[in-house]
């Protein structure tokens, strides 16, 4: 794992790239909107930092097989399977949009909220990989947004 949200380069880029978002950004590949990808990058974190009560959706002893292919250096894939739970659009569980700009300063808040927080912080479980370590965390939560800033041009 090289980048992470608790690397303050890589957690100001990201800030950065999801500052040039806007709600008529347009997704190159996926189905999302901007404003859903928005609220779906925010609900991870929700469960993370204990916000939301999740319950991971990945049988525990296929867990250790998720984790090192979602950990991996690997990019995700594009048009990937979403969790139900992470889903805003139909079918989905996910926190559905409101308006982009309260939606876009959520995630920027529980960002930084995220990244602020101090090495005993004691996670509670992603909604599919369950318990992550802090290290484990601040890479997934930074390959994620990426991956979907990357599908928005950015």
Same mark, same amino acid.
């Given at each position: 794992m090289?980048?992470?949200?608790?690397? *303050?380069?890589?957690?100001?880029?990201i /800030?950065?790239r999801?500052?040039?978002l806007s709600a008529?950004?347009?997704?190159?590949?996926?189905?999302m909107? @901007?404003?859903?990808?928005v609220?779906?990058l925010?609900?991870p974190?929700r469960?993370?930092? *204990?916000?939301?009560d999740? *319950?991971?959706v990945?049988p525990?002893?296929?867990?250790?097989? @998720?984790?090192? /292919?979602i950990?991996?250096?690997?990019?995700?894939?594009?048009n990937?399977?979403?969790l139900k739970m992470y *889903?805003?659009?139909?079918?989905?569980?996910?926190?559905k949009p409101?308006?982009?700009?309260?939606d876009?300063? @959520?995630?920027?808040?529980?960002l930084?909220?995220?990244? @602020?927080?101090?090495?005993?912080?004691?996670?509670?479980?992603?909604?599919?990989?369950?318990?992550?370590?802090?290290?484990e965390?601040g890479?997934?939560?930074?390959?994620?947004?990426?991956?979907?800033l990357?599908?928005f041009?950015?």
């Open positions: 090289t980048n992470s949200l608790y690397n *303050k380069n890589d957690y100001d880029h /800030v950065s999801i500052n040039n008529d950004s347009q997704n190159n590949w996926g189905k909107t @901007a404003g859903e990808m609220c779906h925010t609900d974190f469960d993370v930092m *204990k916000i939301r999740t *319950k991971p990945i525990a002893f296929l867990r250790p097989i @998720a984790k090192k /292919v950990l991996s250096q690997k990019p995700f894939k594009i990937s399977p979403t *889903k805003q659009g139909k079918g989905g569980n996910g926190t409101t308006t982009f700009d309260n876009k300063q @959520a995630l920027l808040d529980i930084s909220g995220f990244a @602020a927080v101090d090495s005993t912080y004691q996670f509670g479980p992603h909604g599919g990989l369950g318990k992550l370590s802090r290290e965390n890479y997934l939560m930074w390959k994620h947004i990426d991956h979907h990357r599908s041009g950015l």
